[in-house]
């Protein structure tokens, strides 16, 4: 990737933190210098004292988290998350291969058919993880028959709103209407959510493409989202050419590895 700014325009970049316990402790030495109190010594990863002092805690829902996680598709932090479900399921471990098992407990748990599934990581960059399109509808359906449904469904980015598909679906009855996840890699695009029919009628969806044309593929995905929203069984409606989507215009991530 490459490139500069244009004028009067800012350019943000986000990078890894390799020591993110060492960058957290930095962040909060600072802050409290910009308050006026001292700290004597260096700042140092150790692994914390049994006699340390609890002085306070910060906590924010975890429906925070999630909405960055699916509406930015933040990889970093969709790692830390999958590992802290597999911290939050036994016992206390934070790998991967706890956190997987965690998943797929959850899968069997809501009756989920998951024998075509392998997973691997939690940012979804591995080329080892594998999903099909049917276990993914499995999975939004269950999810809609939960109490905690309709808190998730806000997590998800909105058509033409907001997130990876904010400038998808413009014009379109999908637009403000579906919400979905994205997922791009070299060679593979996938749309997986939510949208409501002409009838009200709430649908779970999931399209994934493999192949070198990952433009002409979310062109695709916004086309079929298209086509979700605009059915009626009373009045089915052709979706105005003038509003079908070109590859050029549908691409809103960097497509090698990003998500």
């Given at each position: 990737?490459?490139?500069?700014?244009?004028?009067?325009?800012?350019?943000?970049?986000?990078?890894?933190?390799?020591?993110?316990?060492l960058a957290t402790a930095g962040v909060f030495a600072n802050r409290l210098r910009g308050g006026g109190i001292e700290i004597d010594g260096r700042i140092e990863?150790?692994?914390?004292?049994?006699?340390?002092?609890?002085?306070?805690?910060?906590?924010?829902?975890?429906?925070?988290?999630?909405?960055?996680?699916?509406?930015?598709?933040?990889?970093?932090l969709a790692e830390h998350v999958f590992k802290m479900v597999g911290a939050a399921c036994g016992d206390h471990s934070t790998t991967a291969a706890r956190a997987?098992?965690?998943?797929?407990?959850?899968?069997?748990?809501?009756?989920?058919?998951?024998?075509?599934?392998?997973?691997?990581?939690?940012?979804?960059?591995?080329?080892?993880?594998?999903?099909?399109?049917?276990?993914?509808?499995?999975?939004?359906?269950?999810?809609?028959?939960?109490?905690?449904?309709?808190?998730?469904?806000?997590?998800?980015?909105?058509?033409?709103?907001?997130?990876?598909?904010?400038?998808?679906?413009?014009?379109?009855?999908?637009?403000?209407?579906?919400?979905?996840?994205?997922?791009?890699?070299?060679?593979?695009?996938?749309?997986?959510?939510?949208?409501?029919?002409?009838?009200?009628?709430?649908?779970?969806?999931?399209?994934?493409?493999?192949?070198?044309?990952?433009?002409?593929?979310?062109?695709?995905?916004?086309?079929?989202?298209?086509?979700?929203?605009?059915?009626?069984?009373?009045?089915?409606?052709?979706?105005?050419?003038?509003?079908?989507?070109?590859?050029?215009?549908?691409?809103?991530?960097?497509?090698?590895?990003?998500?």
């Amino acid at each position: 990737m490459s490139g500069s700014p244009g004028a009067n325009r800012s350019a943000t970049v986000y990078i890894a933190m390799s020591k993110p316990a060492l960058a957290t402790a930095g962040v909060f030495a600072n802050r409290l210098r910009g308050g006026g109190i001292e700290i004597d010594g260096r700042i140092e990863e150790r692994r914390t004292p049994v006699n340390a002092r609890f002085l306070a805690q910060f906590r924010r829902p975890f429906v925070d988290f999630a909405s960055v996680v699916n509406k930015r598709s933040d990889n970093y932090l969709a790692e830390h998350v999958f590992k802290m479900v597999g911290a939050a399921c036994g016992d206390h471990s934070t790998t991967a291969a706890r956190a997987k098992r965690a998943m797929l407990e959850v899968l069997d748990s809501l009756r989920v058919d998951r024998n075509n599934c392998s997973f691997n990581d939690g940012s979804g960059l591995s080329r080892r993880n594998l999903v099909c399109a049917a276990t993914e509808v499995g999975l939004l359906r269950q999810i809609h028959k939960q109490e905690w449904g309709q808190e998730y469904r806000s997590t998800l980015a909105v058509g033409a709103y907001d997130g990876t598909i904010r400038r998808r679906m413009h014009g379109s009855p999908a637009a403000n209407n579906v919400t979905a996840k994205t997922g791009t890699l070299r060679n593979v695009s996938a749309l997986a959510g939510y949208v409501t029919t002409r009838d009200g009628e709430l649908l779970a969806f999931s399209f994934i493409s493999n192949g070198p044309s990952v433009g002409s593929f979310k062109g695709m995905e916004n086309l079929a989202a298209m086509a979700l929203a605009s059915f009626s069984y009373k009045q089915p409606v052709p979706i105005p050419q003038d509003i079908l989507p070109t590859p050029a215009d549908t691409v809103d991530e960097i497509t090698t590895d990003s998500e």
